[in-house]
């Protein structure tokens, strides 16, 4: 089960990583907080938050260490980062100003811009979403289609119900793979009868 960081945790982690390795972050955290967090969950939560580990080439590194507090900073996906404390850290925006509001984001969970536009952090245009929806999310709906609070609740159910009913298929296959047969199969069967048809037919009337 994944474990679920509070406010002090994640603070803890993000201030230590950046003047430590991950081994050490690691070490370190999971005997203040008597846990036992992975060095890869370390690395990703620090890193999905603009921190990296103390000598880590960063993914920001061309941003100058001479910038304050608060300066924000837009990457060439259009993502925008703010600093959010010395020497070097920095964090998506979009996160930021979820966790203002909201609870802290688990490593399954996402967050979503409603309008498409990647540099609107305002709270009313973040939504979350499990990260197991997005494949799903985004082969129902067009990149272009943009949502309200209440459109997106509607969107998030239609992949939920989609999702399930995947799932059960799925389960029924497992259980009984001899007699399961899907309307696809079922086409390519009828398909194929008229063909063969249509074959006999052209000889016979030669």
Known sequence: MAHKYTQEEIKFMLDYCSTHSYKETQQEFNEKFNTHISIPAVKYMCNTRGVYA???KQDISLTPKTKSVGTEWVDPDGYVYIKIAE???WRLKHYVEWEKYN???EKN???FFLDRNRQNCNINNLAIVPKSYTGCFNKMFNS???FTQESFATA???????LDAKEKKRKQT?????HIVTEYQKECARLAQIKRWGEY???NKK
């Open 54 to 56: 103390y000598g880590v």
């Open 87 to 89: 020497p070097n850290q």
């Open 103 to 105: 609870k802290p984001i």
């Open 109 to 111: 969970e996402v967050i």
């Open 144 to 146: 272009n289609v943009t």
């Open 156 to 162: 998030l159910l239609a992949c939920k119900l989609y």
């Open 174 to 178: 497992r259980e009984n793979p001899k």
């Open 201 to 203: 037919g052209k000889v």
